[in-house]
């Protein structure tokens, strides 16, 4: 991948410069879809911002909108209202020809894959650049080339039928990245796979990000997807954007419900209905530690320190964006004002801490 | 009657009118088939949601389709004689039965290669609009691979349809082993003569369907 990382170079210094290749931009983006009469809102008034060589995840249930949304991007809809800009051009104005050539910018990656059954692996990377009229060998060559950094040279002369969900999707992975294209988008790509290979497909995502700078526009419903791949994240319901921020603040701080419950897929937050009844609300909290927080001897502190006796009920520990971030339910009990001393210290020690709902 | 043969049939006899049939079954098919994919594509393409959506072609084209595929073949071989005499200046013989059996074959391949083109997948064609493909790209490099093997399978059943059809071009004076059956087994009594007719067409039928049936087997899908 000799080309991609030489123009990889001369991007970031752009980037530097404040270029807008590889940049995102929703203004005020609303789509309506009309079927005869009836009108159906798909997306309303979405305002978000990709920076370039990020990764950006859009996380919604089926029907908030993100498919139409990673849609616009690539000029497969039109908006109704607003502009997206993509490398800051306004993908919406564009058609015919200089559609196809902003088309020609930027890779698309799908749940079902998309790829031609009929064609060799090889064939179908090196589809795009046929599309571009580059000869069979050339764009033959550059397709073995990108088949070895998603790790398939073996399976070159191989036809789709043949393969394993997950190398279905490094070709098409593959067949994204052989024009070099600034912008990566993926459509709920690891959706119709296995854990396993869901991991795997986000390490290779993350990894054509840290080394092409290569901006990725993730949409899923996974909030592990999330977790595992994104920087920041945009969380959608009813073609709205209802939350948006990094993906850490939001898993510690939740502000939505909808948001909540997403988080709540990689972090259980509750504890079983027999426990909480017989366990009662008062002194029950919910503690989130973040990094080196995770190491204070916390407990042995608020019973030596502050003569309260603690009972841990829950403690789980995930990695969220290369930071450790810890979990757990205790129920603290002892004078009132010792109880209320005990939250007073542990507010200060750990990123959050709240009552756990009964 | 000639009664010291036991067939009215020469080798000669047979050997024309066999000749006559592949000749209007080859001719017509090869015809229908280059209108029939126009046909298929375009009304597969402009269709509702297609890639070159287009309302008033897609509206025309389909009703043109369906009239001409609900004339009777010995109906419509008549109907035409004065298109027929404009194409290839007379209204009999093998030339003439052509016309006909092409302007019959070509809605019906024309509506199968539709049925084809629309079994490929739509993620398929998303993602080639993804890429930036033109609507002739897409057809040419997405949608016609995709399909190959269920077209070879349309023109396969078009192919049988047709054989059928041009049994009925003897009475345009075309001649052809249908012909001989109606000619010679039937109206002259020569059992014989209908017995090879027959075992001539069900061999006719059975070659075409065995050889179609491979040949898509091959461009299958892997």
Same mark, same amino acid.
């Given at each position: ?358 | 009657?000639?009664?010291?043969? $036991? ?17 209007? #079954? ?8 280059? &209108? ?37 073949? *010995?109906?419509? #071989? ?7 005499? #404009? ?10 039965? *052509?016309? @006909? ?5 070509? @809605? ?12 490929? @997948? ?13 609507? $002739? ?7 016609? @691979? ?54 001539? &067409? ?21």
């Amino acid at each position: 991948m000799v080309q991609l990382s030489s123009r990889q170079q001369s991007v970031s210094t752009q980037a530097r410069a404040g270029s807008d290749e590889g940049r995102i931009v929703f203004e005020g983006v609303s789509k309506t879809f009309t079927r005869g009469v009836a009108q159906t809102a798909a997306l309303r008034g979405v305002q978000l911002e990709v920076a370039p060589g990020s990764i950006f995840g859009v996380i919604g249930y089926s029907g908030a909108g993100k498919s139409t949304l990673i849609r616009l991007v690539n000029g497969l809809e039109k908006p109704t209202s607003g502009r997206v800009l993509v490398d800051g051009i306004d993908i919406g104005a564009l058609s015919g020809r200089g559609l196809r050539d902003a088309q020609k910018r930027t890779g698309m990656i799908f749940q079902q894959f998309n790829l031609l059954e009929t064609v060799r692996v090889r064939d179908n990377v090196a589809m795009p650049l046929r599309l571009d009229g580059i000869s069979q060998a050339a764009a033959r060559t550059r397709a073995d080339e990108v088949l070895d950094f998603v790790g398939l040279s073996a399976k070159a002369d191989s036809f789709a039928g043949e393969l394993s969900g997950g190398q279905k999707q490094r070709v098409g992975i593959a067949r994204a990245l052989v024009r070099n294209p600034r912008i990566l988008l993926s459509d709920e790509a690891t959706s119709a796979l296995d854990p396993t290979t869901t991991t795997q497909i986000i390490d290779l995502l993350r990894s054509i990000n840290r080394e092409y700078g290569t901006t990725i526009l993730v949409v899923t419903h996974e909030m592990d997807v999330i977790k595992d791949l994104a920087d920041e994240v945009a969380v959608m319901a009813d073609g709205e954007v209802v939350e948006q921020g990094s993906v850490l603040d939001t898993f510690l701080h939740p502000r939505t419900a909808i948001t909540r419950d997403f988080v709540t897929t990689v972090v259980p937050q509750g504890l079983p209905d027999r426990v909480l009844a017989h366990l009662g609300g008062e002194g029950l909290w919910r503690l989130l530690l973040v990094d080196d927080e995770v190491t204070q001897p916390l407990i042995s502190d608020l019973i030596t320190g502050l003569g309260v006796s603690v009972n841990m009920l829950h403690a789980d520990m995930t990695e969220i964006q290369e930071h450790t971030v810890g979990q757990m339910i205790i129920k603290v009990t002892g004078p009132a004002e010792k109880v209320t001393a005990a939250r007073a210290f542990l507010a200060e020690r750990v990123v959050h801490i709240e009552e756990v709902a009964q | 009657m000639n009664h010291d043969r $036991w067939t009215l049939i020469t080798p000669d006899l047979f050997g024309t009118a066999l000749l006559q049939t592949l000749q209007m #079954l080859g001719v017509a098919l090869v015809l229908g088939s280059i &209108l029939g994919v126009a046909i298929g594509a375009v009304l597969a393409l402009t269709r509702q949601g297609g890639v070159l959506e287009n309302r008033p072609v897609s509206i025309i084209l389909a009703a043109v389709v369906n009239v001409l595929r609900s004339l009777p073949f *010995i109906i419509l #071989l008549f109907a035409i004689i004065p298109f027929t005499r #404009l194409v290839v200046g007379t209204s009999i013989g093998v030339a003439a039965a *052509i016309v @006909p059996l092409t302007v019959m074959i070509a @809605p019906y391949i024309g509506r199968l290669v539709e049925n084809s083109l629309l079994e490929v @997948p739509r993620g398929v064609i998303e993602a080639a609009r993804s890429m930036g493909a033109t609507p $002739w790209q897409i057809f040419t490099r997405f949608m016609l @691979p995709e399909a190959r093997g269920s077209l070879i399978l349309a023109v396969t059943i078009a192919s049988v349809g047709l054989l059928d059809a041009t049994a009925m071009a003897g009475t345009v004076g075309a001649g052809g082993i249908g012909d001989l059956a109606v000619s010679y087994g039937y109206q002259r009594y020569d059992g014989f003569a209908m017995l090879i007719t027959v075992i001539t &067409l069900v061999i006719i039928v059975q070659g075409i369907q065995f050889l179609g049936t491979n040949v898509a087997r091959r461009y299958r899908r892997r």
